[in-house]
């Protein structure tokens, strides 16, 4: 992880030019959220990339004891972009974490877990580089209000877009109705201005747009699909995209969440990863004539994911609420089962691959509710065992299923394995099916245990409350 001292003087000759008055060392968390340590210019060079900035791990969620807590944050020379409000103008720097004594890669910092599955896939001469395009997807809405009380629990959405006024009976016209907002356009489409915005600043970002829209959902469900990245850039865009977004809505006056699923009855929010593996500037996933035009290295890749399924969504779709957008009739795929063009499916293949340059695969249940680093190296890891282990979905009973899986009664009797019904399950199943993560020292079982500690604590605490549909349906018992 070292950094060569030309990429240095580069970074801090960037930041000398962008006029900025303050450089912001930003680090995520285990559970995927950004802390940030802000610098006046006058106190950022060179000596940052060497010596780091110190910080108190054990106040971070999953990283250290409150006995041995001192980390420090190195700035990647590599991962900056500006950031402009209405009175300061400041270089953001995604950071590595490092002990603070010895300068080693602290062992649960989410982005060396990245590192080391690139570094694994080139150990394994399968491939040079994996690339995955995430379609972030997520709702804008005009006010969202919590009430977490013990007398008083619940909470109110408003979106004048899907004409849900919760303090008034009538709608403002016009309205999207539910479940009608694929690709609407203005007037109906109350954000289209705003969304462009985010896009711009993203391009503005170096993060490479392939277009937005309007999604299903009525209530300011949006969707912005970025273009392929390596793994760990891909990781690191995933993190800027979705600050750009809630800080844009923000200044907007609107609130922005990535939540699976914010709305009873409406479709949710997923994180749709495409993916390929490319060697030596070939992608490997292509191969005329054979299913969807995909190669065995991909048919294999796809066992190796399904084959992990249960598991590897303890990490892709990580929270309590990930499961409740996992559900029959709202595209949100349920079962294990691969096929061309089938939105029901976990493992999508795009019609009408005819080029290399289109070979991929689309896991479609992941979410945007966890770590992005993880997801993608847990996914990888999946893929490769696979391919390791010529794993053949088909043989493996995980189709091809080119029908609406949705409809199929007793899935488990016809040999279809679905998705956890709930994070403990998932949980549960990545307890059991973990090895594939631990190749070569990707994952560490330390961070997989703590990793579960963290979670089952989130379904502990979920639930110990009292839900307000349980009061709505049995208050009267």
């Not at 699909?225 to 006056?253: C, Y």
């Not at 066992?303 to 990490?315: F, I, Q, V």
Request: aromatic letters at 10%; one cysteine or more; charged letters at 25%.
């Amino acid at each position: 992880m070292a950094q060569r001292a030309d990429s240095i003087k580069k970074a801090v000759g960037f930041v000398g030019k962008s006029r900025a008055e303050y450089v912001n060392l930003k680090f995520v968390d285990l559970i995927g959220r950004w802390h940030q340590v802000t610098l006046p210019v006058s106190n950022f060079g060179s000596h940052t990339f060497q010596r780091g900035v110190a910080f108190d791990g054990s106040s971070i969620p999953g990283f250290t004891r409150l006995e041995s807590g001192d980390l420090r944050l190195i700035p990647d020379a590599a991962a900056s972009f500006i950031e402009e409000s209405d009175d300061t103008r400041s270089v953001s720097f995604i950071c590595n974490c490092v002990e603070a004594d010895t300068k080693k890669p602290f062992a649960r910092d989410p982005r060396l877990v990245a590192d080391r599955a690139e570094h694994y896939l080139a150990k394994t001469r399968i491939a040079d580089q994996a690339f995955f395009m995430p379609e972030l997807e997520f709702n804008l809405f005009d006010e969202v209000m919590v009430m977490g009380l013990p007398e008083v629990t619940g909470y109110s959405v408003r979106s004048e877009e899907a004409g849900i006024e919760p303090e008034d009976d009538a709608k403002v016209y016009p309205w999207i109705g539910r479940k009608g907002g694929y690709h609407a356009l203005p007037p109906t489409d109350r954000y289209l201005a705003l969304r462009t915005l985010m896009v711009a600043e993203m391009e503005k970002a170096g993060i490479p747009v392939k277009y937005s829209h309007h999604e299903v959902g009525s209530a300011g469900q949006c969707e912005i699909e970025v273009r392929p990245a390596a793994l760990k850039r891909a990781a690191d865009q995933i993190m800027v995209g979705k600050h750009l977004v809630k800080t844009l809505a923000a200044v907007h006056g609107t609130v922005a969440t990535f939540l699976p699923k914010p709305l009873y009855g409406q479709p949710g929010n997923g994180m749709h990863f495409h993916q390929n593996l490319v060697k030596n500037g070939k992608n490997m996933f292509f191969k005329k004539g054979g299913y969807g035009n995909l190669s065995k290295v991909a048919m294999h890749y796809i066992g190796g994911m399904l084959k992990h399924g249960r598991a590897l969504l303890a990490l892709t779709c990580p929270t309590t609420n990930s499961y409740r957008r996992l559900v029959p009739g709202f595209e949100a795929p349920t079962c294990f089962v691969f096929a061309i063009g089938n939105r029901s499916a976990a493992v999508r293949i795009p019609k009408g691959i005819n080029v290399a340059d289109e070979a991929r695969i689309e896991f479609r249940p992941s979410d945007a509710s966890g770590n992005p680093y993880l997801s993608v190296a847990a996914m990888l890891m999946a893929g490769l065992d696979g391919i390791k282990r010529r794993i053949d979905p088909e043989k493996e009973g995980f189709g091809p299923y080119d029908l609406d899986v949705f409809g199929v009664a007793d899935l488990e009797g016809k040999g279809i394995t679905p998705v956890p019904f709930a994070l403990q399950e998932a949980l549960e199943a990545l307890r059991e099916d973990n090895q594939f993560l631990l190749e070569s020292g990707v994952f560490t079982e330390d961070l997989i245990d703590m990793w579960i500690e963290l979670k089952q604590a989130e379904v502990r605490d979920t639930k110990r409350h009292p839900h307000p549909y349980e009061i709505e349906r049995h208050l009267g018992c």
